[in-house]
């Protein structure tokens, strides 16, 4: 027999492997085979009378792998006839009979039978031997039990009583037919049968379904007789809800056996539980006090009432025993408890935010403890069992939104049960200080010049709009050798300013850019505020005569009109310095010319026509740059040797040579980067300077140091004006190229033209061009303020 199920399962799994294989190859005109790399893979179809055909001489085909629990859970609408999987916990192929409904296995393993008791055969089970109250069953007590196979395979049969005995066995059913099962019996009967009782009832269970088929089985009675005395009835142990009751858990009856002999006594059962025992009274005549266990699990507390019945003869009983459960009771302890989570003002809780409290359980039981509210949160564990005595932790969870921040007295309590309320302090975080800036609203106050410290009154206000109190924190980069900061604690909410004061001193002048950082929890908002630092007082040095240079020049003369005009230069003009002292050194030489830049403290000096500086004053205009650090305008025009002298001893060089022209009047401005050639005044690279009336000087052979800035009528060889790289000196190759007058209007003379408030101009020129040496002009000063108030060295003293 099993042989011929295994080759029957045998082919079943052939069919199943072939309808595997079309799943597979759906859309297939021709049968199909598939070699792997161990073979050759020239063309070649399947063997004849396969649809499908596999080829390797190391590889298999791989199924899908279930255990048996996850092949139990396929739903049965996805179970399809013949469906194959391998299963991993029997280790054998697994494949859905439609027919027989089940899973059947390749290994041969017997699927559970199939088989009932018939109705016309449920009156042929019986019970074999004799059963009698107090006596355990033996051999010849077994259950005959006639049943009808449909389908062969294993089978598990039990048959139950209420009364302390059972019968029960399993096998295999070979194959369809009718067999009559001797199912043997365990246990004592209990109780006897009394008259009209049809005797105990037995429930039949075949392969986990309960048969319609209920047979009953009489229990001849002990010859056992007995008084119980119901008001000597007493309980022992504690009794809790929903913790299953112990060898602890009794009652116990007083009573007086009239004859000696087995004894069953034993109550209902109410909220879950029950009480019975039996026993054998060897004496009469006497009182006894038996016990009765207890069993089950009592469902809620209160007071239940038990009815007792016995097997004595004389049916003595007793109704309304009392068994109190306990109602749940417990003791809380905030002391201990502890706040989990993170905790922050306006940040709502969340399933995180929890408290664990310990509590002492001493009687078992549902309850809920919960907190008060207060600063809009509150905590509750929600409806919970103590199923467990003793200590133990509860957790609640957190809901709402704190609404300040610090310390919240909360009140616990629990119902039913708890034994007292206690406090309970959470505490709440405060946000950290959170506010924006309003950057275009940012102003400044005080007056910053180079060189002069930082006051009290130098102050950046940045208003704020703070939406979270705490200690702010608003600082400035460092910047030209100042910044700014201010700390403190913001009190209270809204619109409202910060003054930021600064402090160091500023090293140079021009317009300098603040970033402002915030401590603001959210960032606050980037902002950058500019200060212009006006450059100090300049002194400069005018050299030469009349109107060519600034000191002995005359108001309305442009070289000394472009440096007093306010619109110029000042603290509000087109360069802001604090203002330009001009001091007049005519064409004083030697030691004169050295106590006027002492004794003035020089920063500037401008040569202008007529002045032509010996060897001792030119080794102190030398020394001036080289080591003082000022500037030196050199415009000349006559004296070629003693120009080319003071050039080659400022530059480190012996090669310049200083050549005259005679009448120049273009000298284009070469396309370079230079602040002279683009400075605040203008650009003007490309353009052209203008000599005056009919001289100009050039230069070549000038050392690497050296920018050129113009040459002398378009010939690259030849420089019209230059500037050292590293040093304040500019040379410029004619000494009236500062010249001019608001009024004149000479295309030969007076190249410098300017407003009639002072600002540089254009001015029309010899042969239609236009010269540009205002500007340049301007432009050099800019340029020389700007270094000497980075380089020159105030404290220096020319020997």
């Known amino acids: 027999m099993k042989i011929t199920l295994y080759k029957t399962q045998k082919n079943i799994f052939a069919v199943c492997f072939i309808l595997f294989s079309l799943c597979s190859l759906t859309a297939q005109v021709n049968n199909t085979k598939i070699k792997d790399g161990t073979v050759s893979t020239s063309p070649e179809k399947a063997k004849p009378g396969a649809i499908f055909e596999l080829e390797s001489n190391n590889k298999g085909m791989l199924t899908s792998r279930l255990t048996t629990a996850q092949r139990d859970e396929i739903p049965p609408a996805n179970l399809t006839d013949g469906l194959l999987i391998y299963n991993t916990t029997t280790g054998c192929f697994d494949y859905w009979s439609q027919i027989q409904n089940i899973w059947l296995s390749i290994c041969g393993t017997l699927p559970p039978a199939v088989f009932e008791i018939s109705p016309e055969k449920c009156g042929e089970v019986q019970a074999a031997g004799s059963y009698n109250a ?68 037995v429930t039949i269970i075949l392969n986990g379904k309960t048969s319609s088929c209920i047979p009953h ?60 025992g039996t026993g054998t009274f060897t004496t009469s005549g006497t009182n006894q006090t038996v016990e009765l266990l207890g069993t089950g699990t009592p469902n809620a507390s209160g007071t239940n009432n038990f009815n007792l019945v016995s097997n004595a003869s004389s049916a003595a009983s007793c109704t309304s025993i009392p068994i109190t459960v306990q109602a749940v009771a417990y003791t809380i302890n905030c002391g201990t408890a502890t706040q989990n989570g993170v905790y922050l003002q306006d940040v709502p809780l969340t399933a995180l935010n929890t408290i664990t409290l310990p509590i002492n359980v001493t009687a078992t039981g549902q309850t809920t403890i919960t907190t008060t509210t207060a600063n809009g949160i509150t905590f509750t564990s ?26 919240t007295a909360l009140t616990v309590s629990g119902t039913p049960g708890a034994a007292a309320t206690c406090a309970l302090n959470v505490t709440i975080g405060a946000q950290p200080v959170t506010y924006t800036t309003n950057c275009a609203g940012i102003t400044t106050a005080g007056n910053y010049a180079p060189g002069i410290a930082m006051a009290a009154s130098n102050t950046m206000t940045v208003p704020v709009n703070v939406t979270y109190v ?60 500019s200060i212009t630092f006006v450059f100090r007082t300049m002194k400069v040095l005018g050299l030469g005569d009349g109107m060519y240079q600034p000191g002995s020049a005359g108001t309305g003369d442009a070289s000394r009109a472009i440096l007093a005009s306010t619109a110029n230069f000042s603290p509000t003009g087109t ?149 050292h790289n590293t040093l304040g000196y500019i040379f410029v190759g004619d000494a009236g190229w500062t010249a001019g007058q608001v009024s004149n209007t000479s295309t030969t003379t007076w190249p410098a033209k300017f407003a009639g408030t002072g600002q540089p101009l254009p001015k029309a020129y010899n042969a239609g061009i236009t010269v540009y040496n205002s500007i340049m002009y301007a432009n050099t000063m800019a340029w020389a303020i700007k270094y000497v108030q980075d380089n020159i060295n105030s404290s220096y003293v020319l020997p």
């Not at 702010?472 to 003054?499: D, K, L, M, R």
């Not at 030398?622 to 050039?647: P, T």
Request: one cysteine or more; a negative charge.
């Open 217 to 276: 089985i009489i229990v001849t009675p002990m010859d056992v007789d007995y008084s119980i005395n119901c008001g000597i009835i007493n309980q022992l142990g504690d009794y809790y809800v929903g913790v299953p009751l112990t060898s602890a858990n009794k009652i116990t009856v007083s009573v007086n056996p009239s004859m000696a002999g087995f004894w069953s006594m034993n109550t209902n059962t109410v909220n879950g539980y029950s009480f019975s």
């Open 382 to 407: 929600g409806l919970i069992t103590l199923s467990a005595l003793g200590a133990q932790n509860v957790i609640l969870t957190g809901s709402g939104t704190p609404t300040a921040s610090g310390t």
């Open 470 to 529: 705490g200690a702010y924190s608003i600082t400035t980069n460092t910047v030209n050798g100042i910044s700014f900061s201010a700390t403190g604690t913001f009190s209270a909410i809204g619109p409202q300013n910060v003054i930021m004061t600064a402090t160091g001193t500023p090293t140079s002048g021009g317009t300098f850019s603040y970033a402002v950082t915030a401590n603001s929890t959210n960032g606050g908002t980037a902002c950058n505020k």
């Open 134 to 201: 107090g006596s355990p069953l033996i051999g010849s007590n077994y259950l005959r039990m006639p049943v009808t196979v449909t389908q062969p395979g294993v089978y598990t049969v039990s048959a139950t009583t209420t009364n302390g005995y059972y019968f029960g066995g399993s096998g295999t059913f070979p194959a369809a037919g009718t067999y009559v099962l001797n199912l043997p019996g365990t246990g004592t009967p209990k109780n006897g049968t009394i008259d009209p009782d049809p005797g105990d009832p």
């Open 575 to 723: 360069y802001q310095v604090q203002g330009i002292t001009i001091i007049n050194g005519g064409t004083n030489q030697g030691t004169t010319l050295k106590n006027l830049i002492n004794n003035n403290n020089i920063d500037i000096i401008v040569i202008g026509y007529n002045y032509q500086p010996n060897a001792t004053s030119i080794t102190i205009l030398n020394d001036f740059v080289q080591n003082k650090k000022g500037v030196l305008i050199h415009s000349q025009e006559n004296d070629s040797a003693g120009a080319a002298n003071l050039i080659n001893t400022i530059c480190g060089s012996s090669t310049a040579v200083v050549s005259g022209t005679g009448t120049t009047y273009t000298n284009p401005v070469l396309s370079v980067s230079d602040p002279v050639l683009q400075g605040p005044f203008g650009t003007i690279t490309g353009f052209d300077l203008g000599s005056d009336v009919n001289n100009s000087y050039y230069v070549t052979g000038l050392p690497a140091n050296v920018t050129s800035l113009s040459t002398q009528n378009g010939n690259a060889t030849r420089i019209f004006s230059f500037k």
